[in-house]
């Protein structure tokens, strides 16, 4: 069966320090993997996703993230985090096209000045 | 990108009573889509996939006949939980599919917070 696991409940990092969100996946195959942003009175909201092919992703608002099979990650990387990234990260896993998603616990980020 | 709308976004109701979430999607139009529920500081657990015209398709233990979902059209779903009861309390997620192989993506509601008193 699919899992995914987030290690991490809460970070807390400064404004302008690099981040990165742990993600591990258990799949037969190789999954469809994401990343969600949740913000408060908001619905989630998509970063990126991987599918195949590159396995370094660009997603929005400067996120990207790493797939690695020898390691069953994915994890989320920003540079410099902004104030306004404070949010719960979702990691999620799709067997495929068409499939509903497994989300991990996720991971709640806060920002300090 | 894709807009979902869900209402009501909270909604409390006496135990006992039925409650109706409704869920669109604003600028495209989906066959397929998802209920969700969260529970504090938990992950999203799958409800039910939905396909327009269909009946749902409910994941092991969520009863079919206490959470009625009716996929009208191709942009409205709704999510009625009869008779509900305190530990029906809960924020319950919508997600719209769009595109299709590399193109899939889903689109999520703001979500509704449910509290049965």
């Known amino acids: 069966a699919q899992s995914v696991t987030q290690p991490d409940i809460h970070i807390t990092v400064s404004e302008g320090a690099s981040l990165e969100l742990r993600c591990n996946y258990s799949?037969?195959?190789?999954?469809?993997l994401f990343w969600y942003v949740q913000s408060p009175g908001q619905g989630l909201q998509l970063l990126l996703k991987?599918?195949?092919?590159?396995?370094l992703v660009q997603g929005i608002k400067g996120f990207e993230a790493e797939f690695k099979r020898s390691q069953s990650s994915f994890n989320l990387r920003k540079p410099s985090v902004h104030w306004s990234d404070a949010a719960e990260y979702f990691c999620a896993v799709g067997a495929g096209s068409g499939y509903a998603l497994n989300f991990g616990k996720g991971t709640s980020l806060l920002v300090t000045p | 990108g894709a807009v979902v709308s869900q209402h009501p976004s909270r909604v409390i109701c006496k135990s006992g009573t039925s409650v109706k979430i409704e869920c669109r999607s604003l600028?495209?139009?989906?066959?397929?889509m998802f209920w969700y529920r969260q529970f504090p500081k938990k992950s999203l657990m799958l409800m039910a996939t939905?396909?327009?015209?269909?009946?749902?398709?409910?994941e092991q233990g969520v009863e079919k006949d206490k959470f009625l979902i009716n996929h009208a059209s191709l942009t409205l779903s709704t999510l009625t939980v009869t008779s509900a009861h305190p530990e029906d309390s809960s924020f319950y997620i919508c997600?719209?599919?769009?595109?299709?192989?590399?193109?899939?993506?889903?689109?999520f509601g703001p979500g509704t917070r449910l509290t049965v008193l």
């Open positions: 939905s396909n327009e015209g269909s009946k749902a398709t409910y």
């Open positions: 799949y037969g195959a190789t999954p469809y």
């Open positions: 600028d495209f139009q989906a066959t397929t």
């Open positions: 991987y599918f195949s092919g590159d396995t």
């Open positions: 997600s719209f599919r769009r595109g299709a192989g590399v193109a899939d993506t889903q689109y």
